[in-house]
């Protein structure tokens, strides 16, 4: 049996590589008048891969495996194949294949509606997708799992309603009286980094020193550019990111390859034994968060990275940075605004962002809200939490590509894996003196350290596990809202002194 | 039978379109540490596609469908299919897995050779492939095709010994002499261009506006680096190219971008119904070679190419390029150097390189040179035809990566591409003003032209037809030598005005 499932395994690999690569492609490199014969090959290779998945032969070998005593990583393989193969037989297959086309199309219609700020365009679109979602979850409804927590657990294992109202019962409670209260701190920053122009081919010097410093591994990746910055990890020795360059802001390029690259370290230090395995890459976006979250703000953002790395920017931007130090060039990067857009949001406010999408995602499949009245909670909600007025649904219930493409269930790993990077620095800092690391450019003492406890492990262990050995501790949201209110009221208090 | 014709072929598309994919990727850009892993997957959908291509019912309706009346571009298409699948059906399939597993290692053993200069370290391996050559010509051979034209033809379609012999003696007769009698001409040059460092960041800003210059259609290709600089097309709409850069030279990734636009121009502009379908992409190794040649010898290194964008390159280079004219510049990139190797070889020697392996080749598989022979053959034909002494064979008989990977016959296209363009020119000039369309920056009319009587057919035609077809004649070295000679000798006379 196992030979079987491993000769499968094997052609399998093959067509996912290459489906992979024409990804990766796609979004970084090809040209776009090849757009349409490309998308015809993928759809060519998506069919065979997926009649070879789900080929009778395998699905018998991986039935019967799943039965055996098993040990070691190739029991928790197994039991991931079989999740995944009983939740695949449970879908009727006609209605998989109509909802592919579906989704092949939404989000051209998503992205044509946003552009014309036209909510109604896209609504149909919407209510066909969420009738889609609402029968998925029937068909995948277990004893223990009822609901939206079926597609909430999708993306993080044993997170479901519960889990999340407790944490975001916390965010509540104790973040959102916080940022209120912040709109009264009246925050100075150079001007030349407000009406800046900066060179982007400068920019890409820092930006190659990143690599280096963080030690994410460029014999095991590449960097490039793209629209929206990503990672796409095939295994271990191949986790590439791409990063994006805007000459107005002098940061956003530097904090999206962080954030990517800290992604990237986490594919690129899983067990390499693992590679061509379901074991290998993150075990979930939570946790996958949480390591680009505590790349991009808990080391890239942090006081010690700019005291070590500012010089050398400051001499790339010889004329425009020479007025401005390093403490308030620290200060500048850790702005505070709240504002419309999620993936423009900083540390401080973005899990609100995230809090809005979960409540509302809540109602939609609890049947409190109806899809045709999304944009008037939406913007009840961004009034409530972050005190905004959404002037157009562009720039509100528009502007996330998720929903479009039927990714319900994932916004909340956004927030959660900023509080389990909060969970996790504190205990990692117990353990090894992080900012002596970051100041005497020894990242990759950190980097060991996420190894050993957390990247490792690829998806052998559950989310719950990976935080539980790292932490000794299970989740606790109150570490993340400790961290932000203690280093806001330390940001906020340097705007005093200055 | 056409149908099942089709269904095979669209599958083997998109298998053929990954496996390009994944060269292209493995060539520019991906991780290091990912080969090993990349090459297993490339094995395994290798073994699919020529699974899928020998399978019993595609052979059979192939053999079907060329029995059958066909016309138009379907004919030509099951002809091609049906000449490569009698080929591949006439080599034992043992002999020819076992000789693709000599093939995937040689290239390292050549490598490994090539660097420390060691003749001897390389033979046994380069035995082993001629002796399956020999075997594949037997395999092969025809009434009409046999011995060494059996591989030329490989190459190019109708090209065998007496062809090649003819051309090679019109060279050898007054080709050669002309060049011995070049080495009184003194050539002086700005010491800058010779001793120079040219930065490569403003390199690329010249480089990238050679695609708007030759009309390279970015929106159906890419410019990409790689250590050597080649073409990578798979359909029309998607061909790629690369270019690589010396800080040392000004001129070379110009001239190595040039030449590769010039391929990646001619498979952009073949006619799109052919895309998917073996039709697409150049005919022949010679025709191919010709628009590169014509791009880079005859387009950019012409004088009005300089008088027009000079003055663009020396704006980029201020400071190191303040005192060379314009005159100056043009002449030095049509520099002469009776030197050792091909790749860096000017345009006037560069085919007396190729003379030298094609009569060598031809000993090879007569019987009348034996591979441990081969250095001494090399070394006494490059005092024949270039009055050199080769010093070690990394500079001499261990240069090329050819026979390494048992590319006998591919060599005579290479000058081959060079004489057809040199008799291209000549027509396309009478019906066309080139020197007018370079100065008015309207090299698409070039393009266009170019289309019209070559580009658009792709393999619709074969190289002979194509050529006759362009140019009202059959093909005639004496193009080639005449343009040349004409060329540098006007080249020549201007160093002594200067």
């Known amino acids: 049996m196992k030979q079987i499932y491993e000769q499968f395994k094997k052609e399998i690999n093959a067509y996912k590589y290459a489906l992979w690569l024409m990804g990766w492609d796609d ?37 019967q495996l799943a039965k055996e005593n098993l040990t070691g990583p190739f029991k928790r393989e197994i039991e991931l194949e079989k999740k995944g193969i009983d939740q695949l037989r449970k879908i009727p297959q006609a209605e998989y294949i109509a909802y592919q086309v579906l989704i092949s199309k939404s989000s051209q219609i998503w992205a044509e509606a946003k552009k014309n700020s036209d909510f109604e365009a896209f609504l149909p679109t919407l209510e066909e997708i969420i009738v889609f979602q609402k029968k998925l979850i029937k068909y995948l409804e277990t004893d223990t799992l009822k609901g939206y927590d079926v597609l909430l657990d999708m993306y993080e294992e044993n997170m479901g309603i519960k889990e999340y109202d407790e944490f975001f019962k916390v965010l509540n409670e104790k973040l959102v009286p916080f940022v209120l209260k912040t709109a009264k701190v009246k925050q100075k920053f150079p001007s030349v980094l407000l009406k800046g122009s900066f060179n982007i081919e400068k920019q890409k010097q820092f930006n190659h020193r990143l690599a280096d410093i963080l030690s994410y591994d460029l014999k095991k990746g590449v960097i490039k550019e793209s629209v929206h910055p990503f990672t796409s990890g095939v295994v271990s020795v191949d986790t590439r ?21 800290g992604h990237g370290i986490y594919e690129q230090q899983v067990n390499p034994e693992f590679d061509g395995s379901i074991l290998s890459g993150g075990v ?52 505070v605004k709240r504002d419309f857009i999620r993936i423009e949001a900083d540390e401080l406010t973005y899990s609100l962002h995230i809090m809005i999408r979960y409540e509302i995602e809540k109602a939609l499949f609890n049947g409190k ?42 916004f909340p790993t956004y927030a959660l894996g900023s509080a389990y990077a909060a969970q996790i620095y504190d205990v990692m800092n117990q353990e090894i003196d992080v900012e002596q690391c970051i100041k005497n450019n020894d990242i990759c003492k950190i980097n060991r350290w996420l ?48």
Do not use: C
């Open 27 to 63: 979004e970084t490199e090809a040209p776009k008048a090849s757009k349409a014969y490309r998308t015809e090959q993928l759809e060519v290779l998506y069919t065979l891969v997926y009649k070879l998945e789900m080929d009778e032969k395998r699905l018998a070998a991986i039935d």
């Open 241 to 261: 990111v791409t990063t994006a360059y805007r000459e107005d802001l002098i940061d956003a390029a530097i904090f999206s390859t962080i954030h990517e690259m």
């Open 284 to 335: 979930s976006m939570g946790i996958h968060e949480s390591q680009s979250r505590l790349f991009e703000n808990m080391i890239g953002r942090s006081k010690a990275f700019w005291d070590t790395h500012y010089p050398a920017l400051q001499q790339i931007f010889a004329k425009e940075l020479k007025k401005v130090t390093a403490e308030q060039f620290h200060l500048y990067v850790n702005r």
């Open 369 to 410: 809200l109806q899809p045709k009245d999304l944009p008037k909670t939406w913007n009840r909600l961004y009034k409530k939490y972050l005190g905004l007025t959404v002037k157009n649904d562009a720039f509100g219930v528009l502007q996330d590509i998720h929903w479009s493409i039927g990714s319900f269930g994932y």
């Open 451 to 498: 190894k050993e406890h957390i990247h490792q492990y690829g998806k052998l262990k559950t989310p719950k596990e990976i935080i539980l050995n790292a932490t000794n501790k299970p989740f606790d949201p109150n570490y993340y809202v400790d961290y932000l209110v203690k280093k806001y009221t330390t940001i906020f208090k340097a705007y005093e002194v200055n």
